[in-house]
């Protein structure tokens, strides 16, 4: 079966650094998405990656190891308002997208 | 700029009613789909439409049906509902899925309770 696996909860500091790592297991692959959700709002996109490496934009980052199946969305400079949800998506070989349970990123004074 | 729009916000039901989710996006997409969200569970796609007259069954389509009769509308219905389908439900749309970088724009969402 296809599965992609994140932390169900991570707590961080203003001001800090914090990574969200996502694994995943798919029949194929075709880039990985990260999306932002706040609590009772809809997601939206943050990030995609389709080559290994790391994406660079702004606060956040996102790398990508096709080999390892490993995936992780880097925030730098942490603000408050970045308390939310975040969505680990891949798109398989039907080009389907299938989603992580999502993190919880709580964020403390 | 709309976006997606999705209706209504909230919705309560009694087992064994129909109702019909709206979804409407001005963005001249193709690709429209509705997912619904469960705690503890990623999001799960319901139905799905690659343009205006085609439709498809996604991962969990029992229950529900979709008709795409034009570019910018894609509503979701309910047959006859169940306490199962308590959830919160999502309609997303986007240029196309064969392009592997495009994202999905998404309603404000429904918060929908079966009693």
């Known amino acids: 079966g296809q599965n992609i696996d994140q932390p169900t909860e991570m707590t961080a500091t203003e001001g800090a650094i914090v990574q969200i790592n996502c694994t995943y297991q798919?029949?194929?692959?075709?880039?990985l998405f990260w999306y932002q959700q706040h609590a009772g709002e809809a997601p939206t996109f943050l990030s995609y990656?389709?080559l290994d490496g790391l994406e660079e934009k702004g606060r956040f980052s996102s790398f990508l190891s096709r080999s390892k199946g490993y995936s992780y969305l880097l925030l730098k400079e942490l603000q408050m308002k970045d308390s939310a949800s975040y969505l680990c998506?891949?798109?398989?070989?039907?080009?389907?997208?299938?989603w992580g349970a999502g993190t919880k990123l709580i964020i403390k004074p | 700029n709309a976006g997606v729009t999705q209706t209504p916000k909230f919705q309560v039901l009694k087992t064994g009613q129909s109702m019909t989710l709206q979804c409407a996006q001005d963005?001249?997409?193709?690709?429209m789909s509705w997912y619904r969200q469960d705690p503890g569970m990623g999001l799960r796609l319901i139905h799905y439409?690659?343009?205006?007259?085609?439709?498809d069954q996604g991962e969990v389509p029992n229950g529900y049906n979709v008709s795409r009769s034009t570019t910018e509308d894609f509503p979701l219905r309910l047959l006859s509902a169940a306490p199962s389908q308590t959830s919160v439900y999502f309609c997303?749309?986007?240029?196309?899925?064969?392009?592997?970088?495009?994202?999905?724009?998404f309603g404000s969402g429904t918060q929908l309770s079966v009693l």
């Open positions: 798919t029949s194929g692959f075709n880039g």
């Open positions: 990656n389709v």
């Open positions: 963005m001249n997409h193709e690709y």
């Open positions: 997303a749309s986007g240029q196309g899925t064969d392009d592997t970088n495009e994202k999905l724009f």
């Open positions: 439409s690659v343009g205006a007259g085609i439709t």
């Open positions: 998506a891949v798109k398989d070989s039907n080009y389907q997208l299938i």
